[in-house]
């Protein structure tokens, strides 16, 4: 069983850039989160999709968007980048109610992209 | 709303000793709760979770935790620290209530561990 994959491992940007992260699910997954990491603190909740639709959103601004694909794989794109951007991006998956009561909301992390904005 | 509060940013330990890292919780409705680590530069790995049943919960290890719903605590212990346990603790909460989905992950602000030889 292949768990959750993302890409790039780092990435290294310029203040205004955009950029796109990608997640791929572990399979069976149809649930797929992103956090951010900041240096030193805990991940911050951005957004959840659950079969390709939005399902909950933290408080990020507009320019922090998402997609997830029929696989359910998952992209977040980030627009107008800033310096405070820079962190660590988790995606996680979770089986949703396919996993059972018990385990609905049980999260399975990628090893996360280290976004730099210099 | 739910929040999560780890009561010691740094814990230092010596090698044999026990554990403790504290953790406090507020949710709306009856929540599951987790534990991770986090290694550095590897992701988080997940080490236990109460999701109202046993309210002592084992995990991988030598971890567990005890849910006390009077106190709104979680607290984690190892009876014996061991070097590779030296990482940041995360506790987590998730609200109990079922969604279509999922529920968001709401994450404490961590708890680095340093064990000592």
């Given at each position: ?24 699910s ?25 079969r ?22 998952s ?16 995606c ?27 | ?32 709760l987790?534990?991770y ?49 030296a990482a ?30």
């Amino acid at each position: 069983e292949t768990g959750v994959t993302q890409s790039p491992t780092h990435l290294i940007k310029t203040r205004g850039q955009q950029v796109t992260l990608r997640c791929s699910s572990q399979s069976g997954h149809n649930t797929v989160s992103w956090y951010q990491q900041a240096l030193g603190q805990g991940p911050q909740f951005i957004f959840q999709y659950y079969r390709e639709e939005e399902n909950g959103r933290g408080n990020f601004p507009p320019r922090f968007s998402g997609l997830q694909f029929p696989n359910y794989s998952s992209e977040l794109n980030v627009n107008a980048l800033e310096l405070d951007d820079s962190a660590l991006y988790l995606c996680a998956s979770s089986p949703g109610l396919a996993g059972g009561p018990g385990s609905y909301n049980e999260q399975f992390f990628g090893p996360g992209t280290r976004l730099t904005v210099l | 709303a739910q929040s999560v509060t780890q009561l010691d940013s740094h814990v230092s330990v010596s090698e044999g000793t026990p554990v403790l890292l504290r953790c406090n919780y507020s949710s709306s409705y009856s929540p599951s709760l987790f534990w991770y680590v986090q290694h550095p530069n590897k992701g988080l790995q997940l080490l236990l979770k109460y999701t109202s049943a046993a309210t002592l919960v084992k995990g991988i290890n030598g971890f567990e935790a005890e849910f006390k719903k009077s106190e709104t605590s979680f607290h984690l212990t190892k009876p014996s620290a061991h070097m590779s346990d030296a990482a940041e603790y995360f506790c987590v909460v998730s609200d109990g209530k079922v969604k279509a989905a999922g529920n968001k992950l709401t994450f404490g602000g961590g708890t680095r561990v340093l064990v000592k030889p």
